[in-house]
């Protein structure tokens, strides 16, 4: 018996680039939240640069939930996005049913359940100590680079999977992490690399989106690097005259940045803005 379902294919898809300034033009609310977003992080990167831990903190606490609203605010129908009717449209709809306004993507629906466990993770580790608070960090983070593997997955005919080659640098960067920090993870070391492995696997995968997607998750990957390397290696620091934190936190939030930008971009493009 032959089932008449058809085949389903994940063979890259092509889509037409979209500028993010031309997203934002369009959603003032989302333009007014990327702004209150970049300001408050330049806030955050001058508090580390001036020592000021307070402010730091407090401000970290912020920075993703901005995040979250510019991409909830620059998807979906923007104002005024529907159309007013022409005759053909009206006599079509006497037969079939009216669409209504474009609803979120699957893409941007876990997007936002991604950014709001990097909001746990960035806040609910304030309210412990210790290992307890290190693992709650890693425990958001896993939750939140989990969402993003789901977010990233129907895109990943179009990632670096197909091409061996390039998986070379982040299995290397995997493995290397990994070799450096074993040696002094203790009872930590499982949950390591269990987080290794998905934040590597959410970094091949954002490359399926798009470039910008894939640079930020690339970025993500080096931050979240440099907080293992910070933990379970003896002395280590960024060399220079910044602190670790400070690039651990620049990275972390171009790399959030970056994947929101591509985000946004394919979601505009899949969904035919110009």
């Not at 959603?27 to 955050?44: D, K, N, Q, T, Y």
């Not at 390591?192 to 997607?213: E, F, Q």
């Not at 894939?214 to 602190?243: C, R």
């Amino acid at each position: 018996m032959v089932s008449s379902t058809p085949r389903v294919s994940h063979a890259p898809t092509s889509h037409r680039a979209v500028s993010i300034v031309t997203v934002l033009r369009r959603r003032p609310v989302a333009a007014l939240a990327a702004g209150a977003f970049l300001l408050l992080s330049a806030v955050h990167l001058i508090a580390h640069l001036a020592r000021a831990e307070q402010v730091a903190n407090v401000t970290q606490w912020f920075v993703m939930p901005l995040l979250a609203l510019v991409v909830w605010t620059a998807t979906g129908a923007p104002r005024g996005s529907v159309a007013a009717p022409t005759a053909a449209s009206a006599a079509t709809s006497a037969a079939a049913p009216a669409a209504g306004p474009r609803g979120r993507s699957r893409l941007v629906r876990w997007t936002l359940v991604a950014l709001g466990f990097s909001w746990l993770g960035d806040s609910a580790p304030d309210l412990s100590s210790g290992h307890a608070s290190f693992l709650t960090m890693v425990g958001f983070f896993l939750l939140a680079q989990v969402a993003y593997v789901a977010a990233f997955w129907p895109s990943r005919g179009s990632s670096v999977l197909r091409r061996p080659v390039l998986l070379v640098p982040y299995a290397l960067a995997l493995v290397a992490l990994v070799v450096l920090c074993a040696p002094h993870a203790g009872a930590l070391l499982v949950p390591v690399m269990v987080y290794g492995l998905c934040l590597t696997l959410m970094a091949v995968l954002s490359t399926g989106v798009n470039r910008v997607a894939g640079i930020g998750g690339a970025i993500f990957l080096v931050s979240d690097a440099l907080i293992a390397l910070g933990a379970f290696v003896p002395g280590f620091e960024v060399p220079g005259p910044l602190s670790s934190g400070f690039w651990v936190m620049i990275t972390y939030l171009a790399g959030q940045a970056l994947l929101a930008v591509g985000i946004l971009r394919r979601d505009a493009a899949e969904a035919g803005e110009s």
